[in-house]
Antibody, heavy 122, light 113 residues
Framework: EVQLVETGGGLIQPGGSLRLSCAAS????????MSWVRQAPGKGLEWVSV???????YYTDSVKGRFTISRDSSKDTLFLQMNSLRAEDAAVYYC????????????????WGKGTTVTVSS | QSVLTQPPSVSGAPGQRVTISCTGS?????????VHWYQQLPGTAPKLLIY???NRPSGVPDRFSGSKSGTSASLAITGLQAEDEADYYC?????????????FGGGTKLTVL
């Protein structure tokens, strides 16, 4: 069974840093496109960042320069380093695996973790 | 403001049929990118419900169906059941954004009366 398990969330002061992890089982992180998606309290889903199988990384504008996505192939684990955290970064963060489609634009998220909660408050 | 527009809420009685719309533009759905749908039960993670416009993953009942036309897509649920009460999100890809990336609708809360 394919499974993604996120850890690393918590309460952090504005301006602080957190590193989220997403441990994968049943899939090889380095061979797949994998994203972080977040959901602020009471709000909808927002794509945050992706790492392609070839290592290219992309970010939504609001986190560019502050967040870094990476992976450890030996541990099949995805990471999200979050620096200079703001109140508006508070959310449940999900990691998700992309699958399907001939082009990147047609990829969908077929496996999701249960999420980890990030609270930004002084 | 979400790139894809969904109604905030829909409702229906058990056994009825409901539809949820997802309206985009020429840079996402209208550009030919596929639309996917996710179901999020209360307190849980999103789950893939429909992929590539009208395909159901294994285990998803055939009461759920999707369609796409022009710059819009729809999710239909027939034979509504109490356990269908959830939030539903459409998702596509937008080539006008920098960088181009996946986008979601704002979500629709389905209430089973």
């Amino acid at each position: 069974e394919v499974q993604l398990v996120e850890t690393g969330g918590g309460l952090i002061q504005p301006g602080g840093s957190l590193r989220l992890s997403c441990a994968a089982s049943g899939l090889t992180v380095s061979r797949n496109y994998m994203s972080w998606v977040r959901q602020a309290p009471g709000k909808g889903l927002e794509w945050v960042s992706v790492i392609y199988s070839d290592g290219r990384t992309y970010y939504t504008d609001s986190v560019k320069g502050r967040f870094t996505i990476s992976r450890d192939s030996s541990k099949d684990t995805l990471f999200l380093q979050m620096n200079s955290l703001r109140a508006e970064d508070a959310a449940v963060y999900y990691c998700a695996n992309h699958f399907g489609g001939v082009i990147v634009g047609d990829y969908y998220m077929d496996v999701w973790g249960k999420g980890t909660t990030v609270t930004v408050s002084s | 403001q979400s790139v894809l527009t969904q109604p905030p809420s829909v409702s229906g009685a058990p056994g009825q049929r409901v539809t949820i719309s997802c309206t985009g533009s020429s840079s996402n759905i209208g550009a030919g990118y596929n639309v996917h749908w996710y179901q999020q039960l209360p307190g849980t993670a999103p789950k893939l419900l429909i992929y590539a416009n009208n395909n159901r993953p294994s285990g998803v009942p055939d009461r759920f169906s999707g369609s796409k036309s022009g710059t819009s897509a729809s999710l239909a649920i027939t034979g509504l059941q109490a356990e269908d009460e959830a939030d539903y999100y459409c998702q596509s890809y937008d080539s006008s954004l920098s960088p181009p990336h996946w986008v979601f609708g704002g979500g629709t809360k389905l209430t089973v009366l």
